[in-house]
């Protein structure tokens, strides 16, 4: 198999790091390095941004239900408030009445 003429000659300059990812990359050369790396990149960019476009779909979903949980969390601890609170009238009440009563406590 005949290998495609490349007819772009370009020269630039990268820092180590990108150095070091093209060198890490599959290819004979540089040049093949960069061809895969760029090619791969850009073919996997949809699959990519899919991804991160279901995940942020999925964190609204959860924070969605987090709100929602939140929410009967705080109406739960506001009934306990409540019923405390009750209790504490109803053992006052109870304690006034066992006072002024003529009758013994059972």
Sequence with gaps: MRKAVKAYRRSFRFDEETNQILEDFEGSNLSEKFDNLVRRSYLELP???????????????????FSSMNRYINAMESL???????KNQVETIVGQAQRISPYPPP
């Design 47 to 65: 699959a990519a941004e899919k991804r991160l476009a279901d995940i942020e779909t999925l964190i609204e979903e959860r924070r969605g239900e």
């Design 80 to 86: 306990m408030y409540d019923v405390a609170r009750l």
